[in-house]
Nanobody, 126 residues
Framework: VQLQASGGGLVQAGGSLRLSCAAS????????MGWFRQAPGKEREFVTT????????YYADSVKGRFTVTRDNAKNTVYLEMNSLKPEDTAVYYC????????????????????WGQGTLVTVSS
């Protein structure tokens, strides 16, 4: 599967953005999807993940209550709605996919993902 992330940009603190990740192929619904981010000078970190059917999600504590992940399997797309953005949310955001079995139906670990998008930059100004 090929992934194309979009929707990044410059936003003021407290603002909102919605990222999209479009996947190629006809088996999108068989993939667990995740979002990760990497801030300048920092390691990549987990943001959120969503299971194949879209009814189970998991968030990093740093974004819980502010970010929402959803997917539309008919459109082969996963979304990341980001509200109440903070300067510390500034990073390149990556979507990722895996179709391996995971006990809880989702995955928090970047090494468990096989496919990655190119990333989209989100900059939050104070």
């Amino acid at each position: 599967v090929q992934l194309q992330a979009s929707g990044g940009g410059l936003v003021q603190a407290g603002g909102s953005l919605r990222l999209s990740c479009a996947a190629s192929g006809r088996t999108f619904s068989s993939y667990i999807m995740g979002w990760f981010r990497q801030a300048p000078g920092k390691e990549r970190e987990f943001v959120t993940t969503i299971n194949r059917s879209g009814d189970t999600t998991y968030y990093a504590d740093s974004v819980k209550g502010r970010f929402t992940v959803t997917r539309d399997n008919a459109k082969n797309t996963v979304y990341l709605e980001m509200n109440s953005l903070k300067p510390e949310d500034t990073a390149v955001y990556y979507c990722a996919a895996t179709n391996w079995y995971r006990p809880f139906g989702y995955s928090l670990r970047d090494y468990e993902y096989d496919y990655w998008g190119q990333g989209t930059l989100v900059t939050v100004s104070s």
